[in-house]
């Protein structure tokens, strides 16, 4: 399912920040693209981030761009949100449907995720996956 045909399952009425949550439709829409300028412009320099593929996680704008462009190499995963909640203590939590599939097209997982986000100063300064 396309980013766009799924803008239509966004939880209506939720309280995130309309800036936040429309920052991450744009965040996945470029990772699906692989458009990773546009995804580094949207996190702090100093962002950390989850290597979910290979694990433990990385720090900053490099790491993060060597991290996508070895799994890219590898696995093409698609992920494209389905909910946003905006936690008390101002974090957003993110449900999406992720598909990932081998470089040949094989599906090896089709599973929901769920990301955290932390923002400071409109850019993401932390991501987390949570169980």
Excluded at 50 to 55: A, I, L, T
Aim: proline share 5%.
């Amino acid at each position: 399912m396309a980013i766009d045909q799924c803008r239509e399952t966004r939880s209506m009425g939720s309280p995130e920040p309309a800036d936040q949550q429309e920052q991450l439709w744009s965040l996945y829409a470029a990772f699906n693209r692989r458009d990773v300028a546009a995804v580094l412009a949207a996190l702090a320099p100093d962002v950390s981030w989850p290597n979910g593929w290979e694990g433990g996680s990385v720090r900053g704008h490099d790491q993060v761009r060597a991290y996508w462009r070895r799994q890219w190499a590898a696995i093409d995963p698609v992920v494209v949100p389905t909910a946003f909640h905006t936690e008390d203590d101002g974090r957003v939590t993110v449900t999406a449907h992720q598909v990932v599939r081998t470089r040949q097209g094989a599906v090896i997982a089709d599973q929901v995720v769920t990301h955290v986000y932390r923002f400071a100063g409109g850019l993401i300064v932390d991501m987390a996956i949570q169980d």
